[in-house]
């Protein structure tokens, strides 16, 4: 199993900044890709951006696209979210998730999930 952990959320204006970190440990080397979801209140949980492990290569959503950036530390097993340029809309739950094969940009791709930390952006 992979256990995640993230932290990093907290309380900022429009326009502010916040780095979210996602701390994987256990059965690492299982890991192909890690991404990152974020459920507001009363809606689905989305998908926001995803990385693969061993070569880097970004994905975003369109809505976050230019504002926030995903990077990973491998020797710390440690995957992170920049977001720059934060609005009101980006207000949620966000959640790391680590993913066996591919790039998934949906939930079933995802193996393992953490806790979620809360990010609230004030306007």
């Known amino acids: 199993q992979v256990q995640l952990v993230e932290s990093g959320g907290g309380l900022v204006q429009a326009g502010g900044s916040l780095r979210l970190s996602c701390a994987a440990s256990?059965?690492?080397?299982?890991?192909?890709?890690m991404g990152w979801f974020r459920q507001a209140p009363g809606k689905e949980r989305q998908f926001v951006s995803a990385?693969?492990?061993?070569?880097?290569?970004?994905s975003y959503a369109d809505s976050v696209k230019g504002r926030f950036t995903i990077s990973r530390d491998s020797a710390k097993n440690t995957m992170y979210l920049q977001m720059n340029s934060l609005k009101p809309e980006d207000t949620a739950v966000y959640y790391c998730a680590s993913a066996r094969q591919g790039v998934p940009r949906t939930e079933r791709g995802y193996n393992y999930w953490g806790q979620g930390t809360q990010v609230t952006v004030s306007s």
């Open positions: 256990g059965r690492t080397l299982s890991i192909f890709a």
């Open positions: 990385i693969s492990w061993t070569a880097g290569y970004p």
